[in-house]
T-cell receptor, first 114, second 109 residues
Framework: DAMVIQNPRYQVTQFGKPVTLSCSQT?????MYWYQQKSSQAPKLLFH???????NEADTPDNFQSRRPNTSFCFLDIRSPGLGDAAMYLC?????????????FGPGTRLTVT | GQNIDQPTEMTATEGAIVQINCTYQ??????LFWYQQHAGEAPTFLSY??LDGLEEKGRFSSFLSRSKGYSYLLLKELQMKDSASYLC??????????WGAGTKLIIKP
């Protein structure tokens, strides 16, 4: 089945220790997104790529970086995680960015910072 | 600023009908989405409205009034598995999705 895969599902890191979250897709979608979601809050868009065109949201902290080496893979790097970065990180894809294109989400990576 | 409002929590009884409302104020409008999110899981797509009116899909229906900046999701014949959060999201003039914080729906037997 075509899908969005995120690894790992659960990640524990220490305060200040860099961590990388990964996402892959078999849907061959042009657009990939990274969201941060905290409990009972709306998903917060961090980055999105339209093909290789990188788009950084204005309020995404510099501590967060992203890479998309090819169509299938996308990575989220957190250079120096703080306690406030503990959250669910969701990767999503869509076949385009126009009006009716829905987003397909991976299962998420729950990040704990100790 | 851009804003999506939904009730924080609702409770309903198994077998009943529930309506979850969403009001929005966004810079432009290119469609409204409803997603279901079970606890600890990723959101899954339920419905999309871009024109006024009702879209029906099985037990779930979604309504849109663009002039009022209003939508609702109607769930019929509620089942225990419908216990989840329901997120309303609007695509703005830049085709960015603006998300609501979600409505947590609790189903009681």
């Amino acid at each position: 089945d075509a899908m969005v895969i995120q690894n790992p599902r659960y990640q524990v890191t220490q305060f200040g220790k860099p961590v990388t979250l990964s996402c892959s897709q078999t849907l061959n979608h042009n657009v990939m997104y990274w969201y941060q979601q905290k409990s009972s809050q709306a998903p917060k868009l961090l980055f999105h790529y339209y093909d290789k065109d990188f788009n950084n949201e204005a309020d995404t902290p510099d501590n967060f970086q992203s890479r998309r080496p090819n169509t299938s893979f996308c990575f989220l790097d957190i250079r120096s995680p703080g306690l406030g970065d503990a959250a669910m990180y969701l990767c999503a894809t869509s076949d385009g960015a126009g009006d009716s294109y829905e987003q397909y989400f991976g299962p998420g990576t729950r990040l704990t910072v100790t | 600023g851009q804003n999506i409002d939904q009730p924080t929590e609702m409770t309903a009884t198994e077998g009943a009908i529930v309506q979850i409302n969403c009001t929005y104020q966004t810079s432009g409008f290119n469609g409204l989405f409803w997603y279901q999110q079970h606890a600890g899981e990723a959101p899954t797509f339920l419905s999309y409205n871009v024109l006024d009116g009702l879209e029906e899909k099985g037990r779930f229906s979604s309504f849109l009034s663009r002039s009022k900046g209003y939508s609702y999701l109607l769930l019929k014949e509620l089942q225990m598995k419908d216990s989840a959060s329901y997120l309303c999201a609007v695509k703005d003039s830049n085709y960015q999705l603006i998300w609501g914080a979600g409505t947590k729906l609790i189903i009681k037997p």
